[in-house]
Every structure is written in C-alpha cells, then in structure tokens.
C-alpha cells in the first residue's frame, strides 16, 4: 500500500461526515446551495424590475417563506429518510390532517361549549402532543410493516394510508373544524417556534443519518437492500422504524399548523405529502435510494420556499403558482433521473 | 461432545423453491483446517448450498451440524456469530457507502451503545478496514470513496477482505474470482493460501478447475442438486471431475476447454 496509504494518510480521518459517497456528495449539497442563491437573485432582479422594490431585503416577507418553509420542512425530514432506504411516503399530508384534528379535540379550552370531548378540556399540553404524535406513529408503524412484512411497494402501501388517514380526518367530526385551542397548545405555532422545531428537528436526525448506526443502515438499505441483508441488518425492523419515524414527523407539522392556525380542518395537508418530496429531491436525495441528506432537504425546502413566495411577491395568480409547484415537482425528479444516469453511465 | 474434527456437516439438506428442487439429500463433511471445493454446472445448486448453511435461507429439510451441534440458522447473524463468513456470488456490498462501512456493514464500531443510535466510531472502523485491506494485499487508492466509483476487483477484494477478516471458524467464497483480472485472482489465491496456513476451514464455489486443484484438498461435485461425488484432489485428475460434473463416464479429452 505505497500510494494510497499516503493519501488515506495525508487525508486523515477527521472527515467522517462522507459517510454516503464523499466528493459527489457534498457537491450536490453546494450545487443545491448555488442554485438556492441564483433563485433568490433572480427573484431579487425580477423584483426591482416589476415591483420596484426588494425581494430578499424585507424582514416580513423573510419570516414568512421561512415559516412557511419550516412546516413543510418538519415533514421533508422525514421524507428524506424514507426515500434514502429507496422508500417513499405519500400518506404525510394526510397525517399532518388526521393529527390536527385529533390533537386539537384534546386542546380545546373548557370555555368552549363545544368541545369535542366536554370532559376532556384544559388538558396540560403535553396530551394532546403525545396523542397527536401516537397517529403519526400509528399510521407509520402500519406503513412500515405493510412495506417490511408484505413486501407491497410502499408507493402502494403509503397511497393506501393517503386515502384512508384523510377519510378519519373527515370521519372524526364529521367534516366539522375543531378550533379553540388552550393558549399553551397554541403557543406551539406562535411566532418563529415552527422554526425552531423545524431546525432542532433536522439537526437532530442530521445526526442520527451521518453519525449512528441508524443512518448507516438507513443509507446500506437503500443501496442494496439484499447486500445489507446478508450483512445481518434488520431490514424489516429498520424500515418499519424509518417510517414511524417519518409518521411522527407529519403527525409534530400538524400538531404545529393546527396550532398556528388555531383550528384544524380535515383539509390540513393537503398535497404537502408531494411538496415534501420535491425538497427532498430539489435538496440532492435520490428517489432511486441510497443517497441524499438532511442537509441537502434543508437547502431543498429553502429553494422551494423562495420559489413559491417570489411568484407570490411577483403576484402571480394562485393557479400559476400550483402549476409551477408541479413543474417544480417534475423538473426535480428529471433532474434526479440524469444524476442517475450519469452515475450508472460513469461506472 | 465428540465431533472427530469436523467443523461442518451436513444430512440430507434439501431445497425446493416452489417445485424447483435446486437442493436435494445433500450429505456434506467438512473437517478442521480442511480446504474443499464445490464445482458443478450452471444451476446445480451450488449457491443455493452456500445460501443454507448461511443463514440467508432456510433449508426445506435436513440438518446442519456446526463443530459437533445441531444448528438453526434463522439468518445471516446466526451463522456469523458461528464466525462464519461468506463472499457471495452476487457481490453483497452497498455501492453508496465507503470501504470501511461495507467492511463493517451490520458490525459497526461504536463508542457507546445506544441500540440503533449508537454513534459510529469512523475512526476505529477506517483503522481497522485498512489492517484487513493491508493483512490481505488489496490495495485500494482511497477508502472514502463509495463503492460505486470502484472496479469489479475492487469491489470483489473488499468482499473477500471483509469475509477473511471477521472469519474465524468458517469461510465460503462462492465464485470469487468469476469477474477478475489476471492479477487480482492471484490475489484472491493468495489470501485463500494465506487462510490455509491460519487453518480457517475454507469452502470455495469455482468453475476453474486449474484453480481448484492448486488450492483445496478436496472436491465436492454438485450434479442437478444432488452431491455427485466427493474427490481427493492428489488423488484424481480434470477427467475424473469432469465425468462427475457431467454425469459422463466417458474421459473427456485432454485438453478440453473445461480444464
Ligand atoms: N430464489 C430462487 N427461486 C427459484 N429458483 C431458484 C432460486 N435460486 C436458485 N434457483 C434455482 O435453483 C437451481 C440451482 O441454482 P443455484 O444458484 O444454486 O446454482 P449454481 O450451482 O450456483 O449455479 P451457477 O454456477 O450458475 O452459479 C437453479 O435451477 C435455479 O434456477
Ligand atoms: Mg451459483
């Protein structure tokens, strides 16, 4: 080992962090990072040239996209980790509906005389967030096994959990709002709090996918799945943490939407399963598996949000801007298939 | 506990998928510090073997001995905590992961254990995956590349590396010189020798017979998933083996292109 025990010496190994495939890696990172400020220049120019005013300098209109961004993004972190194991899940949004409206029912102040549970008012915040967080979990665990033990795609299994988390939704009031929340559950969507779950959240399992045995597994399962088998990885048990995991996080956005919004609606979330994933992949994480990282969703959703408020800010009507999210969408997907390709032509 | 200095044994070990019979009353003997081969035609049931008495499958019937006991392989976890290892056909490694995370892929180094969110210990891993890279002569340019960017010899090496590393009973190599050059099989036979002279028992899956005879003591040949025949390697010669692999009596030509 002439040559390469000099460089591996050379190069000690104080980086750890390229756990997932070095260079490349941290490059799509900086590449989403170019692309994040090239967007917000763009936007910076259009806005003076339209509007006559600035786009990025407006503490107010900053503090929004990174609200707005930060919801999301609690349930993008999520997405990330189920589409490094190669996965994908289509049931957050629902999840982000089911929770609002169970946790709101166990937030509703005693003043209110229609509660959903007259008894079960002024409850200390900490129950309505644990059973907001039990749906999430609920809901992901049964994702994960039906994905592990059945072996169903979870495209399939997660669309199943789309459709029936939304039908609860609607079936838990029947269609009516929940609103009236305690001052300290509504506490949790007041002010720049959504901000700090978002980036305490994403620090957290930024950790867990670069430096525990979690992400390791996380990234081996996505990258072959049979190879991390052999190895003696749990393969089952791990996808079935992945997604309760991912669950829990949907189920923490809807707990913060309903309390932002002070109400919760059937509605909530609608299509935020889709916003979620286009971060993912805008942020760098292969829809193929393998590869990705929170890092990468981070800057992913901060793009994303630029996107949506800069047509907002060019005051483009609301039926361009879905249309946009879905090219938005589809151009990052393509943008993955040519990574792919790349790759696959490169060996 | 008498085990008369057999590491493995096998009876009657049979495997169907669905109405395959791709194993069937396989009665196989290993004894310690012992190097055989298993050849046989494409499809004779040779992976499918090396599958069962890993722990990857589950035998339709029939039973495994390991150093003298009975055993269950309910996976692959089972049988390496036996300290046994295997290089299998299809390369198991994770192509977006580094040398030392496929080295240690589902045996990670940790500082201090916190079930699943115990915080790798790179360090130890990268120190050590390099021991095992050097102690076996593989020689890769730099360990933090992802599988990905590697060569099939490359990648072949890691595996058997990582296989000859952890092994300290057992160590099934099923075809592990099929995709490579010249001078990485030399390689890959090296470390094989270098397995002898330590006296960890060997099984190894080939179709090169030029290969088999410089390397094992015995060979063990697999017709249609059924046990042909076991060889002494000093004792026969291609011919013999081949009229076993074949289920030809007739010698075959002396410089067939089999051999
Ligand atoms: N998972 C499976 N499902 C169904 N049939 C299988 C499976 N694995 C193997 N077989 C069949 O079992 C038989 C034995 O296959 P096996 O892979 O053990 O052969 P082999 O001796 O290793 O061949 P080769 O030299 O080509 O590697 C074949 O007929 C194969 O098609
Ligand atoms: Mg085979």
Known sequence: ?????????????????????????????????????????????????????????????????????????????????????????????????????????????????????????????????????????????????????????????????????????????????????????????????????????????????????????????????????????????????????????????????????????????????????????????????????????????????????????????????????????????????????YRTSAR | MANDGIVLKTEGLTKYYGGVHALEDADFTLHEGEHVAIVGDNGAGKSTFVRQITGVEQPTAGKIFFGGKEVAFNSPIDARDFGIEAVFQNLALADDLDVPSNIFLGREETYFNLGPFSFLNEKKMYKNSMEALERTGVKIPNLRNSIANMSGGQRQCVAISRAASFASKLIIMDEPTAALGVQETTQVENIIRGLKKQGIPLILVSHNLRQVFNLVDKIWVFRRGRIAGMLEADKTDGNEVVSLITGVKTGVHENASYI
Do not use: C
């Open chain 1, 1 to 341: 080992m002439t040559e390469g025990t000099v460089t591996n010496q050379a190069e000690p190994v104080a980086a750890p962090a390229t756990v997932e495939g070095g260079k490349r890696q941290r490059s799509h990172e900086l590449n989403a990072l170019m692309g994040l400020v090239g967007i917000a220049l763009i936007f910076e120019i259009l806005g003076w040239v339209f509007q006559g005013q600035s786009f990025l300098f407006n503490a107010q209109r900053l503090s929004i996209i990174i609200l707005q961004v930060a919801v999301v993004g609690i349930i993008a972190i999520g997405v990330t980790q189920v589409i490094i194991t190669g996965g994908i899940d289509l049931s957050s949004g629902s999840i982000v509906g089911l929770t609002a409206m169970v946790a709101m029912s166990f937030a509703q102040v005693s003043t209110y005389p229609r509660a959903v549970y007259p008894n079960l008012t002024d409850l200390p915040v900490i129950i309505p967030v644990l059973i907001g967080l039990g749906v999430g979990l609920g809901a992901g665990l049964i994702n994960g096994a039906l994905i592990a033990y059945t072996r169903i795609p979870p495209f399939i299994a997660t669309l199943g959990m789309m459709v029936t988390a939304r039908g609860a939704a609607k079936w838990y009031t029947r269609g009516q709002p929940v609103s009236f929340p305690t001052d300290s559950f509504a506490a949790i969507g007041q002010g720049m709090t959504p901000v700090f779950i978002f980036l305490a959240i994403a620090l957290l399992f930024h950790v867990a996918l670069k430096y525990t045995v979690y992400g390791k597994h996380t990234y081996a399962i996505g990258s072959n799945e049979s190879a991390a088998r052999v190895s003696g990885i749990s393969v089952e048990r791990h996808l079935i943490m992945v997604y309760a995991i991912a669950g829990m996080l949907a189920s923490l956005a809807g707990i913060v939407i309903a309390a932002r919004g002070l109400t919760a609606q059937a509605g909530m979330g609608t299509m935020y399963e889709l916003q979620a994933i286009a971060m993912a992949v805008i942020g760098g994480v292969s829809l193929s598996g393998g590869r990705g990282s929170i890092v990468g969703t981070v800057i992913g959703a901060a793009i994303f949000g630029v996107i949506i408020s800069g047509f907002t800010f060019l005051r483009l009507s609301a039926y361009y801007q879905e249309m946009i999210m879905g090219a938005i969408i589809v151009a990052a997907v393509v943008a993955d298939v040519y990574r792919q390709r």
